[in-house]
């Protein structure tokens, strides 16, 4: 269960198609006609919710999965030139940079040495950053609060990082360690008679021929953060330090009953995460459930 | 459980001074950070799980098991547990033979499949918090969905959110859009690594689709089904996202699971001892559940 490509384009598809030939006639457009249903399904709530940023209140209420009767631009311009929208954006894009970065640095550190290593209790060691794997966040949360509250970290960047990038490194360590491992080996042992010591190895040879399994740690641990929200939400007070996930539950808070607000300010902060899948979705799939996958 | 570990030839060498320098420098950051920050906070739950402690000072007021007594005894996280289930059963009765339905269509060479794929997997995308605050519009009694049904049968508006009874459907609704399409990615995974040439030697020797559905791709998928099944379960268990921004928790606390449970009665209170003990609760369900189903089900993978 190693090497599971996730072949996208169509010609991928067809070569290795599990149908065997591809469906004709009424079998064909049974299909096609099912997948449409549920597409639209899938996309409904997606396209209500920015249609319904354009209408006014009484619009949205007479007829809510309509086009606008008239488009009201004024939602979405007063969410883009308010300061609210460019900080919560700004906040989030902050902290899963520092989290991407220092997830990637401190993972693939670790995971070279178990990967080339042998040293005193390595196994255990290995194991030990493994646990990581087994309980989700939530389940430590309150001790966590209050370790980050004695290290003087509540209502910082860092209180939010910090845990997140602990959080991520026992399935990045698990991931890099056998990528790395599947380096051929020769290249080490040439490395090494040629005295190449293992820093120059790891920053020379191993960094740069590990760039897809790299990116696929940066995707998970990205996602990850930009979507987070209990941790973010249990460390920050400060609006002014809110991601957007905090952000939006504000909004929502303030403009409760008027929904077209809230459903232009939801368009607007799901719109990186869209336009991003849009441009990346090789990347961004493969490293979702590839990543799953491998681990 | 990868195939490397079996095959990986460990290289007999003896650690020299530069191996020792790279180790120190390498290694002690990420121990230092998963210590802090992991290993720590979990062993500490089960320490202030046995106190009764608001977080401030130290914990002195020492109380044994009460607070697990008192979890057991409180009908509102009996509430969360069989919730937590409930998504449990509709994921592996509901969610799973969708996707795999789904995936078999656009494994396909079917018109647009690559954009099918895509739109199905795009709500996996999304944050959970945005998810859940699109679908409280979608079932608002006053906007939303309900409200065009009652609106054309000239009926009193339905708030499906404020239902007791119906309410927790919502959240399962919400899951199933939001997780369906990951899932359906998994298995469009599985079915593009059998090889066709076993279903066309099937086919010619006269079975039908249904008979090589069961015998050659039902069973090639093994791997890819327990697997989604273990994300099915462990992603059930810890929902929390959602449930904040759709219902709060409500209508008269029907709706939570463990985690909001957690957070609604442990740490907005600052219940640190109890809400510990939540966390304990939950751990040691992740727990058993990952290893019991590694050892029963996933040896061979």
């Not at chain 2, 062993?43 to 202030?48: G, H, K, L, N, S």
């Not at chain 2, 396909?108 to 959970?128: H, K, Q, S």
Request: with cysteine.
């Amino acid at each position: 269960m190693t090497e599971t490509a996730l072949p996208l384009s169509e010609t991928a598809t067809a070569a290795h198609g599990p149908a065997g030939r591809a469906p004709r006639g009424f079998g064909a457009i049974a299909i096609f006609a099912t997948l449409v249903v549920f597409g639209g399904i899938v996309l409904l709530p997606i396209l209500a919710t920015a249609l319904n940023g354009f209408k006014e209140l009484g619009d949205l209420q007479a007829n809510p999965f309509g086009l606008p009767r008239v488009w009201v631009w004024k939602n979405y311009w007063d969410v883009l030139t308010g300061y609210r929208y460019w900080q919560v954006l700004g906040n989030s894009l902050l902290i899963a940079i520092m989290t991407v970065a220092l997830t990637l640095a401190l993972s693939s550190m670790a995971a070279f040495t178990f990967a080339h290593l042998r040293f005193f209790g390595d196994r255990y060691l290995f194991s030990y950053l493994q646990l990581g794997l087994l309980f989700p966040v939530a389940t430590a949360i309150l001790p966590l609060f209050i370790k980050i509250r004695d290290l003087g970290l509540l209502d910082s960047y860092w209180g939010v990082i910090l845990p997140q990038v602990a959080f991520s490194l026992a399935m990045a360590i698990l991931l890099l360690r056998t990528a790395f491992r599947q380096l051929p080996i020769e290249l080490l042992d040439a490395a090494m008679m040629d005295g190449c010591g293992y820093f120059r190895y790891f920053f020379y040879i191993t960094l740069p021929l590990s760039g897809p399994i790299l990116s696929t740690v940066a995707v998970i641990s990205f996602v990850a953060s930009w979507n987070g929200y209990l941790l973010p939400l249990v460390v920050l007070n400060s609006e002014s330090r809110y991601p957007w996930t905090l952000g939006l539950m504000g909004y929502q808070g303030q403009y409760m009953t008027s929904w077209q607000l809230v459903l232009a300010f939801i368009t607007l902060t799901i719109l990186p995460a869209i336009v991003m899948f849009l441009l990346a979705q090789r990347y961004i799939v493969a490293g979702l459930t590839a990543g799953a996958v491998k681990a | 459980m990868s195939t490397v570990e079996a095959t990986y030839v460990e290289p007999v060498r003896r650690m020299s001074a530069n191996g020792w320098a790279t180790l120190v420098i390498f290694l002690p950051p990420a121990l230092l950070l998963f210590t802090v920050f992991v290993a720590l906070p979990m062993t500490e739950a089960a320490w202030f799980s046995v106190f009764n402690w608001n977080g401030y000072g130290r914990p002195e007021k020492f109380i044994g098991l009460k607070n697990y007594g008192y979890l057991i005894g409180n009908a509102t996280f009996t509430r969360s547990l069989i919730n937590n289930g409930l998504i449990i059963v509709v994921s592996l009765l509901v969610q799973l033979p969708l996707a795999l339905g789904v995936a078999m269509m656009v494994a396909g060479r079917i018109a647009g499949a690559a954009v099918f794929r895509m739109i199905f997997f795009l709500p996996y995308v999304l944050a959970d918090v945005a998810a859940g605050l699109i679908w409280r519009f979608m079932f608002d009694g006053g906007y939303g969905l309900p409200s065009v049904i009652t609106g054309a049968l000239g009926l009193a508006p339905y708030y499906l959110l404020a239902d007791k009874t119906w309410a927790f459907s919502a959240v399962l609704i919400v899951v199933l859009w939001k997780y369906f399409g990951f899932h359906m990615m998994l298995y469009v995974a599985g079915l593009q690594g059998i090889d066709k040439s076993l279903l066309e030697a099937a086919e010619m020797d006269g079975a039908t689709a249904i008979q090589r559905f069961r015998y050659i791709t039902l069973p090639l998928l093994g791997p890819m089904i327990r697997l989604s099944v273990f994300f099915s379960v462990v992603g059930a268990l810890q929902l929390f996202d959602i449930i904040v921004p759709l219902t709060g928790g409500g209508p008269f606390e029907t709706t939570n699971t463990m985690v909001s449970f957690l957070y609604y009665f442990g740490i907005t209170r600052m219940r640190v001892g109890f809400g510990s003990a939540v966390g304990v609760a939950l751990f040691l369900i992740c727990v058993t559940f990952a290893f019991g189903y590694r050892r029963l089900f996933m040896r061979d993978d």
